[in-house]
Each structure stands twice: as C-alpha cells, then as structure tokens.
Nanobody
C-alpha cells in the first residue's frame, strides 16, 4: 500500500501561482511513476502531468504545458506540481496518484490521494 496526502491548494487570482505537494508513505516511493489529475465540478477527471520513477521523464496535458511543472524528490518521498499563470479554467480538485507504469491513463494508477482544492478567481 502507498498512502498519498496532497497539500498546497487554495484560492488564487488569475495569473498567480501555487505549488502542490504530495507526500507518500508506505512502499518504496521510487518504485512508482507519479501523476497529477484534476476534476472540475460537473466534469470528468482529466490527466494533468506525470513523471517517471527517476524523474527524468515528464509529460503534460496540452492545457497545462508551459505553465505547470511536475517534479519529485525521491529522498523526501514527495512529488510536486508547480502551477504558474493560473487561469479560472484550472479550478478543480487536484489529486496525485501512483502507478507501477509511466502512464497518462487514470486506470493504470493504483493508489490515489484525497485531493486538494485549487480555485482560481478571475
């Protein structure tokens, strides 16, 4: 089992920045690729970003590319999502997840956090 706890969400004005953190415990963190997903009210969950086990490979949804950066610190068992130039359409619950496979597909992720709310005001 891997337990994931997100933090860092909040209310920010459009154009602002937030940094989300996801702390992992349980099994060896570096054995898992990590991803961030988000779900806005009335919408389906969507992929945001993923990072490989070592952190050497990342991939982003087109909607966040160039604005968001995913990173990880395997010594601290933590994955981050730096979000810059935030837009109102970024408003959602952001959830981190762990997968044995580097993937953009939610169904391949085995462990999920509870999520953290990000609200971007216009």
């Amino acid at each position: 089992q891997v337990q994931l706890v997100e933090s860092g969400g909040g209310l920010v004005q459009a154009g602002g920045s937030l940094r989300l953190s996801c702390a992992a415990s349980g099994r060896t963190f570096s054995n898992y690729a990590m991803g961030w997903f988000r779900q806005a009210p009335g919408k389906e969950r969507e992929f945001v970003a993923t990072i490989s086990r070592s952190g050497s490979i990342t991939y982003y949804a087109d909607s966040v590319k160039g604005r968001f950066t995913i990173s990880r610190d395997n010594a601290q068992n933590t994955v981050y999502l730096q979000m810059n130039t935030l837009k109102p359409e970024d408003t959602a619950v952001y959830t981190c997840a762990a997968s044995g496979t580097y993937s953009t597909t939610a169904r391949t992720y085995d462990y999920w956090g509870q999520g953290t709310q990000v609200t971007v005001s216009s």
